[in-house]
């Protein structure tokens, strides 16, 4: 199994420009959700999804739109980006609610740059 | 806002020494996770402990709850220079969509 893998690792955009992020799992889990990393800040939570065709706020969504039309995937766009979206975005999964199953999975992060 | 605020924000060891980290949070919990997380990469999941837990053990981790108090303390025992990582708590409210509100991290450096 592959586990949690994001596409692309890297990426410079410029002010203005849009782009999306593929978050892809292979484990079947039914929660999937976004986070931002910043220098000393920890994660923060963007958007999350409990299941197929589901999506929910996060602590800091403005910005940012996501869609889960498949299980497996999770998609997180930025319209027109801004110097702050400046980050390292890591997906991650989890199986779904009830004992046993809290534990997240990460990928290995995005790293955004907005000039 | 950050749920989880970890403490010390950096610490430096020798190989064969222990490692503590504490974490302290504002809001009730349902559980509380410790992540690790090496330079560049993602977080890796190393233990869990529900609120109406003490103490859980992994390995050479071992992980302490207090709710009356709102904190968690992880030990790593005999660290080694692999250990070299940030790591970071991670509550769990229990509401449905299990979120987990992170700490900012403690940065472990463990000397050879």
């Known amino acids: 199994n592959a586990g949690v893998t994001q596409t692309p690792k890297f990426r410079v955009l410029k002010t203005g420009q849009s782009m999306t992020l593929l978050c892809a799992q292979d484990m079947n889990h039914e929660y999937m959700y976004w986070y931002r990393q910043d220098p000393g800040m920890g994660l923060r939570l963007i958007h999350y999804s409990v299941g197929e065709g589901t999506t929910a706020k996060g602590e800091v969504p403005d910005g940012y739109n996501v869609s889960r039309l498949k299980k497996q995937n999770f998609l997180l766009g930025l319209e027109s980006a801004a110097p702050s979206q400046t980050s390292v975005y890591f997906c991650?999964?989890?199986?779904?609610?009830?004992?046993?199953?809290?534990?997240?999975?990460f990928g290995p992060g995005t790293r955004l740059l907005v000039l | 806002s950050q749920q989880g605020e970890e403490d010390p924000q950096a610490l430096s060891i020798q190989e064969g020494e222990n490692a503590t980290m504490n974490c302290s949070y504002k809001t009730s919990i349902n559980n509380l996770q410790w992540y690790r997380q090496n330079s560049g990469r993602g977080l890796v999941h190393l233990i869990l402990i529900r609120s109406n837990e003490r103490e859980k053990h992994s390995g050479r981790l071992r992980v302490t709850l207090d709710t009356s108090k709102k904190s968690s303390s992880l030990l790593i025992t005999a660290s080694r220079a692999a250990d070299t990582a940030s790591y970071f708590c991670a509550t769990d409210a229990g509401t449905g969509r299990r979120a987990l509100t992170f700490g900012s991290g403690t940065r472990l450096q463990v000397q050879p």
């Open positions: 991650a999964s989890s199986p779904g609610v009830g004992r046993g199953q809290e534990t997240q999975y």
